[in-house]
């Protein structure tokens, strides 16, 4: 028999659960860390979790992060816990969030289409600066078209305009395909407004989400809220929008969208596959947010319209 890899899971949530209910190969847990002392010395699908400081008490073969945090856990490993790098593991985003790759299904590509141009298209027309952004904004201005492998449709806006955007996404949602079953959620970080998710599920339809995020301007730069500053963007070309012709549709994009693309990604014309929560971003402009930022910042998910 094949020796088994004796792992450590670093992420005791949503993503390191779905990781091991997906994960088929030999590996034997033998615990699970996260920075959040609420979850010390509880069960987390039969393993412990253990503080990372407790991380020099055990025999591993490897770590594996399976973390929105990724980029900040992987640091803290290396330089505060002195963990050997080629022993750390970060997994393909698309696995831990569990997508089935929505695009790829015509319908379902024809329909975020559509919602791209409504909510875009009217917020245009509306003078509400909601823009294109992330994976949407590379795939619109790279290939005229949805990434097909990507799982959502990424918009944002400047903070100010939080109020003016809840209300135009409740009027919008009444109005967008009746076959569809829409939540909308108002996702907060010690009661501030950092973004808004919409998910869109259908027996016609492949499932995937919205996201707008909320971003702030600071010291010359665009911080998006949810990511407590780890992303961020050159100030000026969100303070003012370019726009462009979709789907026979006017809609917002960043100014100097090259320069806002290059900034955020680097190499943003080459399409890359399968990437973790911080590849394929530059990384001289990815933030370290201290573990206890996160761990001090208690989010919250409020669901304004829901779905039948």
Not at 273 to 289: R, S
Request: charged residues 30%; glycine residues 4%.
């Amino acid at each position: 028999m094949d020796k088994k890899i004796k792992t450590i899971l670093f992420g005791a949530g949503v993503y390191g659960e779905r990781f091991i209910n997906l994960d088929k190969t030999q590996r034997e847990y033998i615990v699970a860390v996260d920075n959040d002392t609420k979850k010390h010395n509880t069960d987390f699908n039969g393993m412990n979790i253990i503080s990372p400081n407790d991380i020099e008490k055990y025999q591993y073969d490897e770590i594996i992060i399976t973390s929105y945090w990724e980029h900040s856990i992987k640091k803290q490993l290396i330089e505060e816990l002195n963990v050997d790098p080629t022993k750390i593991v970060t997994i393909s985003k698309n696995l831990l969030k569990d997508t089935q790759e929505p695009f790829k299904d015509s319908a379902t590509l024809k329909l975020a289409r559509e919602m791209i141009v409504q909510l875009c298209g009217n917020a245009f027309k509306q003078d509400l600066p909601l823009h294109i952004d992330y994976g949407t904004l590379i795939g619109i201005m790279r290939d005229n078209d949805i990434i097909e492998w990507d799982d959502d449709i990424d918009l944002a806006i400047k903070e100010k305009f939080q109020e003016q955007l809840e209300l135009f996404l409740i009027n919008e949602i009444k109005e967008i395909n009746k076959s569809i079953d829409f939540t909308l959620i108002k996702h907060t970080g010690n009661g501030v407004v950092m973004s808004y998710i919409i998910k869109c599920v259908s027996k016609h339809y492949k499932e995937f989400t919205i996201d707008i995020c909320l971003k702030q301007i600071k010291d010359g730069y665009a911080e998006q809220l949810s990511s407590l500053g780890q992303w961020k963007n050159p100030a000026h070309c969100v303070e003012k929008l370019d726009s462009i012709i979709w789907q026979n549709t006017k809609i917002f994009i960043p100014s100097d969208h090259d320069t806002y693309l290059t900034y955020t990604y680097g190499d943003w014309k080459t399409p890359i596959k399968n990437l973790t929560f911080t590849d394929g971003y530059n990384p001289d402009n990815l933030i370290e947010i201290p573990a206890e930022d996160f761990l001090n910042t208690e989010f919250i998910n409020t669901i304004l319209i829901r779905g039948k």
